[in-house]
């Protein structure tokens, strides 16, 4: 199995297992990350849901390039970036908070996956960033629609996006994307982010998470993620694109 996802305490916890792929995403994570999403929301007992990576090498390295990279065409790349665009929207629009626990580098895919969390807390020198477009591509999995919708700042967002670097965290915490940051253990670092939402019942939680919800929704979120996963499927196409991850699979090897 290549993820786990089991109760702890008040909450749930989705752990992605592929430690020795950087804990890259395949259809097998998937899937059971969108299994984990229906279970959440209809489970009522929860108080929060929270995304992690096993080890401390990645939190999430982004979509596993040695599988998709098999995906040539605008045509073949469209379902695969839907499929995990529509879970991540999904997951953003869960009736309870959503914490991204990045306990390794969250780079691509995987700033993607923690940006449309709610809150996302960060191991002291962990780095995480957009970097897709180093590959020639831009986000794909709705992460550029999550950012700018959630940021206060389009500035700062936009300079995340485009300098497609990976970023400390010391400055992913002035920039307001990390919400705190935290030295050792991730699960004592989540228990003390979550100890002051034990003592408020958790139907105050869901009543201003469904208003965080009607915010994005109002903002136009779904329509702009479906547009993002069209303008990458039309940039995963060109030569650009696949002579650079050419160049990093081989750069790997």
């Known amino acids: 199995m290549v993820y786990r996802f089991e109760k702890r305490g008040s909450g749930a916890v989705f752990t992605i ?38 080890g401390q090498s990645a939190f999430c390295s982004g979509g596993d390039l040695s599988e998709f990279h098999k995906l040539r065409t605008e045509e073949e790349a469209a379902p695969m970036l839907g499929k995990m665009a529509d ?5 953003s629009l869960l009736p309870v908070p959503v914490i991204a626990l990045i306990d390794g580098h969250a780079v691509g895919g995987g700033c993607e996956i923690a940006t449309a969390c709610d809150f996302r807390l960060v191991r002291e020198g962990v780095k995480c ?3 897709q477009g180093t590959l020639a591509i831009t986000t794909g999995w709705g992460g550029a629609s999550h950012l700018l ?19 400390e965290a010391r400055e992913l915490l002035e920039s307001g994307w990390a919400t705190v940051l935290f030295p050792g253990d991730k ?5 003390r ?3 002051p939402m034990e003592r408020v019942h958790p139907s105050v939680h869901r ?5 965080a919800v009607r915010r994005l929704l109002s903002a136009g979120l779904s329509g702009q993620v479906r547009e ?12 650009v694109h696949h002579e650079a991850v050419d160049r990093f699979l081989n750069k790997k090897k």
């Open 149 to 167: 919708t959630k940021s206060g700042r389009q500035d700062t967002a936009l300079r995340m996006l485009t300098e497609a670097r990976p970023m």
């Open 228 to 239: 993002e996963v069209a303008a990458c499927a039309r940039l995963w196409e060109a030569d």
């Open 187 to 191: 699960f004592e670092a989540l228990d």
């Open 129 to 131: 960033g957009f970097i």
């Open 193 to 195: 982010f979550v100890e």
């Open 17 to 54: 297992d592929r430690p020795e792929k950087r804990n890259a995403i395949n259809e097998e994570v998937m899937d059971g990350l969108s299994a984990a999403v229906e279970a959440v929301k209809e489970d009522e007992s929860l108080r929060y849901f929270a995304v992690t990576g096993e």
């Open 207 to 211: 009543a201003y998470k469904k208003a």
């Open 87 to 91: 879970i991540l929207l999904r997951m």
